[in-house]
């Protein structure tokens, strides 16, 4: 027979740098896999998960939660997902899910995927049938996008910056980063103006032993 323990109400459990807390908790002692139900609350180093449901492996925190949010506090990225599946190494996999750089309680822009993974040690996200929504409305839509998650030069689209006014966007900003060698990137900047239209920037940025170049341009397509 297996050795299986159920804990009820408030249960607290700590096992290193890692606290779990919940309502029910059930653990096969044989396996180290134990199931969670209710106001699951998951902390480790620089990250929080809630659920309501969660089936984990308490040695090596690899499992799966349902109804997730999570919170990445170093690279100040948060999201919630049908389903999230943690793993050892750092990786988070979003079903059904959304990420935004956004303060807590502001949702203006997010990333919305049918798969969604966020490499929190590498500082890198994959979406998969992505969208960028501008409050609740999708503007943009890309079959597979790789994004920077932190401050690291990796090539990737960054997080946008817009401007609304009463009537809507006003000005919107999807910058994609390219990281060509060490001394060398560029920045390309598609942006829509309300007043003037679409409009193309470009940054590029050269660094050599003596000397650092930038070289700036843009392109109005119609005014």
Same mark, same amino acid.
């Given at each position: 027979l297996?050795?299986?323990?159920?804990?009820?109400?408030n249960?607290?459990?700590?096992?290193g740098?890692?606290?779990i807390?919940?309502?029910?908790?059930?653990?096969?002692?044989?396996?180290s896999?134990?199931e969670l139900v209710?106001?699951?609350?998951?902390?480790?180093?620089?990250?929080l998960?809630?659920?309501?449901?969660?089936?984990?492996?308490?040695?090596n925190?690899e499992?799966?939660?349902?109804?997730?949010?999570?919170?990445?506090?170093e690279?100040?990225?948060? +999201?919630?997902?049908?389903?999230l599946?943690k793993?050892k190494?750092?990786?988070?996999?979003?079903?059904?899910?959304?990420v935004?750089?956004?303060?807590?309680?502001?949702?203006?822009?997010?990333?919305? +995927?049918?798969?969604?993974?966020v490499?929190?040690?590498?500082?890198y996200g994959?979406?998969?049938?992505?969208?960028?929504?501008?409050?609740d409305?999708?503007?943009f839509?890309?079959?597979y996008?790789?994004?920077p998650v932190?401050p690291?030069?990796l090539?990737?689209?960054?997080?946008?910056?817009?401007?609304?006014?009463?009537d809507?966007?006003?000005?919107?900003?999807?910058p994609?980063?390219w990281?060509?060698a060490?001394?060398?990137?560029?920045?390309?900047?598609?942006?829509y103006?309300?007043?003037?239209?679409?409009?193309?920037?470009n940054?590029?940025?050269?660094?050599?032993?003596?000397?650092?170049?930038?070289?700036?341009?843009?392109?109005?397509?119609?005014?």
């Amino acid at each position: 027979l297996q050795s299986s323990m159920i804990l009820r109400d408030n249960v607290v459990l700590r096992q290193g740098s890692r606290s779990i807390s919940t309502d029910l908790f059930k653990l096969n002692q044989e396996t180290s896999d134990a199931e969670l139900v209710g106001n699951i609350e998951m902390r480790e180093p620089g990250m929080l998960v809630r659920a309501e449901h969660a089936a984990l492996n308490i040695q090596n925190g690899e499992g799966k939660l349902t109804d997730a949010e999570f919170v990445m506090y170093e690279t100040r990225v948060r +999201g919630k997902a049908e389903s999230l599946e943690k793993f050892k190494n750092n990786v988070v996999v979003l079903n059904g899910g959304m990420v935004t750089g956004c303060e807590p309680g502001d949702n203006t822009w997010s990333i919305h +995927g049918k798969s969604i993974e966020v490499h929190n040690d590498e500082r890198y996200g994959v979406a998969k049938h992505m969208r960028l929504n501008i409050k609740d409305v999708p503007v943009f839509y890309f079959p597979y996008v790789r994004f920077p998650v932190g401050p690291d030069r990796l090539s990737g689209f960054l997080f946008p910056s817009l401007s609304l006014n009463s009537d809507g966007i006003d000005d919107i900003r999807v910058p994609f980063y390219w990281n060509i060698a060490p001394n060398m990137d560029m920045i390309i900047t598609p942006r829509y103006m309300e007043e003037r239209g679409y409009l193309l920037y470009n940054e590029f940025r050269h660094m050599s032993r003596n000397f650092y170049t930038e070289i700036e341009g843009s392109y109005l397509f119609d005014d």
